[in-house]
């Protein structure tokens, strides 16, 4: 366990009873006093985010600083407690049928929006839909494709009404599953199965990118939104679970230079430095650690660079794989990262169990003999000019630099560097306007699952080196269909073989992502998976 961090617990496939009830409970021994009493001043948190969130839609957003807030305004039948625990919050009850194909909520009696209106069982069965509709244009929509139905509707061939998602009253929402599921209770913790207003949706398609048409149902309202300056949320008097909520105001500031955020939480200007807020500056890591105050949020994730397998020279396989043996991982965890993460020598996280050995290591010339013969059948005599793209930070530059002297050391290759915005490297990576680019993802389920079927379709919402193969798919396809635990990890096993083989992407560390924080900031959650959480947070005098 990392200082100052809850961990996942280990990954649950039993085949037991799993049906639950309740709510999540405030933990805590320390009970701050209402900052709403006669008298005393309002109780704010000072943040801070790199960049101007995509957009506050949950079923269409899929940028970090947008899940953050989207997470304070909105909430799903799940969610974490202080300890980390997976609990119920619109939903009061769950039930499951014994194979995980079907799954049952109930919903609590006492929920609204944000503007007042009653929320029901028909506002999740509403969003489902409405994200599985092609034309939402939901970047997730495939994690929707555990329903009945769902994939098909997705893709034009199909309807909604055929969709396994159903509401049987106002207070009961039922899930029709194509596959036993066990982790399906973890995906309803995810924006994409969020209820949503669907008058305020109807009624302007631009709902979204503003504070006063923002309805939502979580434990914060948006105030205001001054786009890519300040974002403020107060206390939402309508919450479901209102007396859990400590704080009367968040006050978030749009920082896209991480030295100019650290500094202003040195400053006393901010509560929070690094993770999930920001990035913290290689430069201050040591004397961090040093001084005894660096934390590491330990979540499963991992970085990568990413091949645009649709064009030259990238779309041979021995040059991907010349360029992934290349990497001295641990020169740059070492020297840039500084968190003492492991590298990364296959693509799903070890604590997710498919093999910790990993399926390839680096070998310089094993990568040498790679590009030549790689040029070779693409007919090139001369290597050309190739571009790394990278989201501006000083962590990700100096990465970016470190890379690019290691391909030129070792394969004696030409790498230019590119930075771009966080907006347009989002669009540059989701478009496939790109050589190489950078790429981080966090798990949003504990399951392998998670990390491997995003490559099962070329036109996927997250599959960005835009590649494919039949094996593979039949594979992701087999596992969602297999119920021995034993076997299906067999099957995933195999699929990551394929992927570590192709080399469609490089992985080059697991995650782990560091931080300081204001001692007087208390029952902050760092999601187990990654993200910010508001709702218990409060700050002692």
Not at 412 to 437: C, H, W
Request: charged share 25%; hydrophobic share 35%.
């Amino acid at each position: 366990m990392k200082k100052g961090i809850a961990l996942l617990a280990s990954l649950a496939l039993g085949f037991g009873l799993l049906a639950g009830c309740g709510a999540p409970g405030q933990t805590s021994s320390e009970q701050p006093s209402a900052s709403t009493e006669k008298g005393t001043e309002p109780m704010v948190l000072h943040w801070s985010i790199n960049s101007e969130p995509s957009s506050l839609d949950p079923g269409v957003a899929t940028d970090a600083d947008s899940f953050d807030m989207i997470y304070a305004c909105f909430e799903g039948l799940t969610n974490y407690d202080t300890n980390g625990q997976l609990v119920n919050a619109q939903a009061e009850s769950f039930e499951n049928s014994p194979d995980f194909t079907q799954f049952t909520f109930k919903l609590r009696k006492d929920l609204k929006w944000s503007n007042g209106d009653p929320l029901t069982a028909h506002d999740f069965e509403y969003a489902i839909k409405r994200n599985l509709d092609p034309k939402t244009a939901s970047g997730y929509a495939y994690q929707l494709y555990y329903l009945k139905g769902g994939e098909e509707y997705n893709t034009g061939k199909g309807k909604a009404e055929d969709v396994g998602v159903k509401a049987l009253d106002d207070y009961t929402i039922q899930f029709d599953l194509k596959a036993p599921t066990p982790f399906f209770r973890e995906l309803t913790f995810f924006p994409t199965l969020f209820p949503l207003h669907q008058k305020t949706i109807e009624a302007n398609p631009q709902w979204a990118a503003e504070a006063k048409t923002i309805v939502g149902n979580g434990p914060f309202i948006m105030d205001s939104w001054e786009h890519k300056n300040k974002i403020v949320f107060v206390k939402n008097p309508n919450y479901w679970d209102k007396d859990h909520v400590k704080l009367d105001r968040i006050e978030i500031t749009m920082i896209d230079d991480n030295n100019t955020a650290f500094s202003m939480f040195e400053n006393g200007d901010l509560d929070w430095g690094g993770y999930p807020a920001s990035t913290l500056p290689p430069d201050a890591i040591q004397a961090l650690k040093d001084q005894d105050r660096l934390m590491v949020a330990d979540n499963p994730g991992t970085q990568s660079v990413v091949f645009n397998t649709e064009k030259p020279p990238f779309n041979n396989k021995k040059i991907r794989q010349a360029f992934a043996y290349a990497i001295n991982r641990q020169e740059i965890i070492d020297n840039i990262l500084q968190t003492g993460v492991p590298a990364a020598y296959g693509w799903v996280p070890v604590s997710m169990g498919l093999n910790p050995d990993g399926y390839f290591k680096e070998d310089q010339e094993k990568a040498k003999q790679l590009l030549a013969e790689g040029m070779k059948e693409l007919g090139l005599s001369k290597f050309p000019t190739v571009t790394y793209t990278y989201d501006t930070t000083e962590v990700n530059r100096k990465m970016a630099e470190a890379l690019q002297d290691q391909w030129r050391k070792t394969l004696g290759v030409t790498v230019n560097l590119e930075t771009a915005e966080t907006k347009v490297y989002q669009e540059r990576r989701s478009q496939g306007n790109f050589d190489m680019i950078r790429f981080q993802w966090g798990a949003d389920f504990n399951d392998p699952i998670n990390f491997l079927e995003m490559f099962r379709d070329k036109d996927g919402g997250n599959n960005h080196p835009n590649w494919e193969n039949p094996q593979f798919k039949q594979l992701i396809d087999q596992s969602y269909h297999e119920t021995d635990l034993d076997k299906r990890k067999d099957i995933l096993k195999q699929a990551e073989t394929i992927l570590m083989d192709e080399m469609p992407l490089a992985p080059i560390n697991f995650r782990g992502n560091p931080y300081v924080k204001n001692d007087k900031v208390k029952d902050f959650i760092i999601f187990p998976l990654g993200g910010a959480y508001f709702k218990y947070a409060y700050i002692t005098e």
